[in-house]
């Protein structure tokens, strides 16, 4: 069955060091993949891609993922956290031979960034 | 652009009540896309649109209707609210890759 995993519900992190946000995968074929934001009480905000090509794909707000196909992984950083990056985030996957409408969600990951 | 846009933001029905959420787009995307949010479950995928006239059914599709007479236009119909159907609902619409999304409906069914 096609899935993505988040395993970790929660990463807390003090502002000014790194973060990373994991998210794993179970799709066949090369598929898509997708980070999103989640503000308090908002809609998804979209973060970053992964298409093809290069494997670390930069985004909004200073993140940046990186696509391990052999580990079927695809790691959400920043290399300094900020304190407004507080949010619920969350990975997706679009198989490749799915129509664009599709998107397979992780569970979300919640980051809470301290001072 | 306004985006994805979304009606009503809250609503509070009775469990039977029927009720039809509003989505809109103003990109000229084919694809729009229904979800449902639920704590510790991600985003789950109702229905899907790949085109006007043109609809699929995603992974929890019971108890909800759609259809698209428009490119614009995908409304989510709950033809007879349950309890379980609370949550919140997000239409969802993309072009070639990038699905985007609106602000959201927060559903309580009592």
């Known amino acids: 069955a096609q899935s993505v995993a988040q395993p970790e519900d929660q990463v807390n992190v003090a502002e000014g060091n790194p973060l990373t946000v994991k998210c794993t995968y179970s799709v066949s074929g090369n598929p898509y993949l997708f980070w999103y934001v989640q503000y308090p009480n908002r809609g998804l905000q979209f973060l970053l891609k992964y298409i093809t090509g290069d494997n670390l794909v930069k985004g909004s707000y200073g993140f940046e993922a990186e696509f391990n196909k052999s580990q079927t992984s695809f790691h959400l950083k920043k290399p300094s956290a900020l304190v407004s990056d507080s949010a619920l985030y969350f990975c997706a996957v679009r198989p490749f031979y799915n129509q664009g409408g599709k998107l397979i969600f992780g569970q979300g990951t919640e980051l809470s960034v301290k001072p | 652009n306004a985006g994805v846009t979304q009606t009503p933001k809250f609503q509070v029905l009775k469990t039977g009540q029927s009720m039809t959420l509003q989505c809109a787009q103003d990109?000229?995307?084919?694809?729009m896309s229904w979800y449902r949010q639920d704590p510790g479950m991600g985003l789950r995928l109702i229905h899907y649109?790949?085109?006007?006239?043109?609809?699929d059914q995603g992974e929890v599709p019971n108890g909800y209707n759609v259809s698209r007479s428009t490119t614009e236009d995908f409304p989510l119909r709950l033809l007879s609210a349950a309890p379980s159907q609370t949550s919140v609902y997000f239409c969802?619409?993309?072009?070639?890759?990038?699905?985007?999304f609106g602000p959201g409906t927060r559903l309580t069914v009592l």
């Open positions: 969802a619409s993309s072009g070639a890759d990038t699905q985007y």
């Open positions: 990109m000229n995307h084919e694809y």
């Open positions: 649109s790949v085109g006007a006239g043109i609809t």
